[in-house]
């Protein structure tokens, strides 16, 4: 963890000893003892949610956003000539991907309220706990979104329905590694006056193998030939550690000393 | 490489002149062995010849990432923190994208005649437009965040995001490409059985863009430094400014020190 | 009496443009310090250097006996800051805002209630914080500073937008943080609004500080 501790300022800082010279004044209070990186994600994710029911930006305005890609897909894709049902697979994660954007940028925008930063940054929630639980919440979100626009597609599409456990099992990694990746971008960009427009080209290249294998996996669900939907799975896990760690390491030093 | 100081070079004057002159002249070598000496492609014909652009910008690209993700990670990595880490990796992103774009299209001008397409979605093109536009956006990002400390560490953080996803982009889609579609349109590996002038032209064209590579980051990490430079003069006159006015609005000149007893 | 800040020679940047050009500042322990000067001369931004929320790009700073130069995250259990705006979630009522932050901070849940009351925003504990007025705002942000509990306190212009009964309570606040041995520094366009504190000012002029003198009274 010795990368993790240089990466992120916010555990490293920790053991910080105080310089010579001045003296502490006034009895300084005990650095209070971190919370455990799971109350820290808990307590965000909850906060993320209940903001979520709140103002119901998800519900409200991105997952009517992603029905109506759907439609579009049918305009462009001749729904009479059965394009929609094989193509179905992968255009529900491209409605998820471009669904996500929206929803991951909201996320981190509620934290880029004026002086929430500063705030934050004099508590003890250290960036990695931040950065999981925004990445759970916005999870929670996108599988709320998906548990509507699955039926939507079964319906729309003429889609028949299947392999439910492999579609679980592509669909669980797949959601992750996209709030992940998209979540760690967004706190890359924030602070900059051009984060919502510079969003979706960093994210987008950076999760097209996420389409690719969870279109793939599904495809095999659907066609009930789970055989080879496992290795991409697999594949899906990996993006999804892999970005997960990228942020828990990283999002220290992206997050902090923002303007 | 001397990449420590905060300004400067990264090659010595003398260096980067030879580097110029020596990219010149290999370019010149290449011109030449490329369009006269080479013969024609027995398959390929003259549409052959592109190759000898096209594979040597397809290393130079990998390269160039390469150094970009190093020095974003020396740039990270607090014992080695230095700006210059930050400026070489912005200057080999730079040219990695210019080369990563010359490969797609070359490759394209070369596809048309011998595949009879423009595109055709081959995993290893698949993954180099990819790669494209990963670090065409790692480029918007580092131009949003300017050349700030926090700037750089960011900048470092995307790179090594970037770099870390190019194996998981290659490997699916060279996967899917291999499971759903065995190569139709073209079977011919790209060095079958290279050899003699065409093999040497090969060679040249990498050395030429390598060393044109080595000049092209040289320059561009100089006019970086020259940047800072004029940015830390701006920040000096802007502080003499501000304390010129501080000055003439009054007041007595004196630190606000410890309060009299 | 041991320094709680020392500046010298800091240069801060927002942007490029130097905020701070050559600040030099020393506050003792327990001193409380009303910072004053024209729109732009430096005082939010010096505030949020000594918070680590900034960092210093040249010069010296020590805060708490930690170099900010080195560290600038090591101290930051020690301030209790206001800024301009509280840095609440506005879809959170105001009871939420400051239950998450005593829990971030560490503090006790009871001390939440404290803070309600000092504040006087028990009648609205249950309003979204995007729903109050700026007084009550300003409010809600001197609560989340009080349950910090640090012994150096920070204020932005922590007078604007308060009424009669706000001000009293903020008064009673600062009273009690300097009998408590805090040191404090406010930023301030109305310095005769520190009624009944010993302070002493110090004007900013053009990101720097310039003038000392005794405001005690």
């Given amino acids: 963890m010795s990368a993790g501790a240089a990466l992120s300022p916010g555990r490293s800082g920790r053991g910080g000893a105080p310089a010579a010279g001045a003296a502490p004044a006034a009895a300084p209070a005990d650095r209070p003892a971190p919370l455990p990186l799971w109350r820290e994600v808990a307590l965000v ?27 579009l897909f049918a305009f462009a894709l001749d729904p009479d000539r059965g394009l929609l049902a094989r193509a179905a697979p992968g255009l529900f994660w491209v409605a998820v991907l471009l669904a996500g954007l929206p929803a991951v940028n909201r996320s981190v925008g509620v934290e880029l309220a004026p002086g929430v930063r500063d ?14 639980g925004k990445v759970l919440a916005v999870v929670v979100e996108l599988a709320a979104l998906q548990a509507v626009l699955g039926p939507a597609m079964v319906v729309l599409y003429d889609v028949r329905p299947g392999g439910a456990a492999v579609l679980a ?13 998209g979540t760690l971008y967004a706190g890359l960009a924030a602070g900059t006056r051009v984060r919502e427009t510079l969003l979706p080209l960093l994210v987008l290249p950076v999760t097209s193998p996420v389409l690719l294998a969870a279109t793939r996996a599904w495809e095999d669900a659907l066609a009930r030939a789970p055989g080879d939907a496992w290795g991409w799975v697999a594949m899906l896990w990996v993006a999804a550690v892999t970005y997960l760690a990228a942020g828990m ?9 923002g303007t | 490489m001397t990449a420590t100081t905060g300004t400067g070079r990264l090659f010595s004057v003398r260096v980067e002149a030879a580097l110029g002159a020596a990219a010149a002249a290999a370019f010149g070598a290449l011109a030449v062995l490329g369009l006269a000496v080479a013969p024609p492609d027995a398959v390929q014909g003259d549409a052959q010849r592109i190759m000898y652009l096209h594979v040597p910008t397809a290393w130079v690209a990998y390269l160039a990432f390469g150094v970009t993700a190093l020095a974003s990670g020396l740039y990270l990595w607090p014992r080695t923190r230095a700006v210059a880490w930050d400026r070489l990796a912005g200057a080999s992103a730079e040219i990695g994208v210019l080369c990563t774009g010359l490969t797609l299209a070359l490759g394209s001008l070369w596809g048309r005649p011998i595949w009879g397409v423009w595109w055709a979605w081959d995993a290893r093109l698949i993954t180099t437009a990819v790669l494209f536009f990963l670090y065409l956006g790692y480029l918007a990002l580092r131009r ?11 900048a470092a953080v995307a790179a090594l995001v970037a770099f870390v996803d190019v194996p998981i982009v290659h490997f699916s889609v060279e996967w899917w490409r291999t499971l759903h579609q065995r190569a139709t349109v073209f079977t011919p590996d790209l060095s079958p059985s290279i050899e003699g002038v065409m093999a040497l032209t090969l060679w040249v064209g990498v050395l030429a863009f390598t060393l044109g590579y080595l000049a092209l980051v040289a320059l561009r990490y100089r006019i970086a430094g020259l940047e800072a430079a004029r940015d830390a003069a701006a920040l000096e006159r802007a502080i003499a400014a501000r304390v010129a006015a501080a000055a003439a609005a009054g007041g007595t000149v004196e630190p606000a020190g410890v309060p009299a007893p | 009496m041991p320094t709680v800040v020392r500046c010298r020679r800091v240069v801060c940047l927002l942007d490029g443009y130097p905020a701070l050009a050559g600040v030099d500042l020393d506050v003792e322990d327990g001193e409380v310090v009303v910072l004053t000067g024209p729109n732009g ?11 680590g929320l900034v960092p210093p790009a040249r010069g010296e700073v020590v805060v708490l006996g930690h170099d900010l130069v080195a560290d600038r995250r090591a101290h930051r259990h020690l301030i209790g800051f206001v800024g301009h705006d509280p840095g ?7 009871a939420e805002n400051l239950r998450l932050r005593a829990r971030l901070l560490g503090a006790a849940r009871e001390r939440v209630d404290g803070a309600l009351a000092r504040a006087g925003l028990e009648t609205c504990t249950a309003v979204p914080a995007g729903r109050l007025s700026a007084g009550q705002r300003r409010r809600l942000a001197l609560a989340g500073a009080w349950l910090a509990d640090a012994p150096l306190v920070l204020l932005d212009e922590p007078h604007a937008a308060l009424d009669a009964d ?43 500080t310039r003038v000392t003198a005794g405001t005690g009274r």
């Fill in chain 3, 41 to 51: 001369a430096g005082k939010t931004t010096l505030l949020r250097l000594l918070a």
């Fill in chain 3, 88 to 94: 609440v979630y506005d879809d959170l009522t105001v």
């Fill in chain 1, 169 to 181: 099992a592509a669909g669980v990694p797949a959601t992750v590694a996209v709030a992940a990746a």
């Fill in chain 1, 45 to 71: 994710a909850a906060k993320d949610l209940r903001i979520e029911r709140r103002s119901r930006v998800t519900t409200g305005q991105v997952l009517p956003f992603a029905l109506v890609v759907v439609v």
């Fill in chain 1, 119 to 132: 705030q934050l940054a004099l508590t003890r929630l250290d960036p990695s706990g931040l950065f999981v």
């Fill in chain 1, 249 to 257: 390491l990283a999002f220290g030093a992206v997050w902090e000393d």
């Fill in chain 2, 144 to 154: 949003v965040l300017g050349p700030t400390e926090a700037g750089a560490r960011r």
């Fill in chain 3, 166 to 208: 706000g001000r009293a309570r903020l008064d009673a606040w600062l009273a009690e943080a300097v009998a408590g041995g805090r040191t404090v520094l406010v930023a301030t366009h109305e310095p005769d609004r520190l009624r009944g504190v010993r302070a002493r000012e110090v004007v900013m002029v053009g990101g720097q």
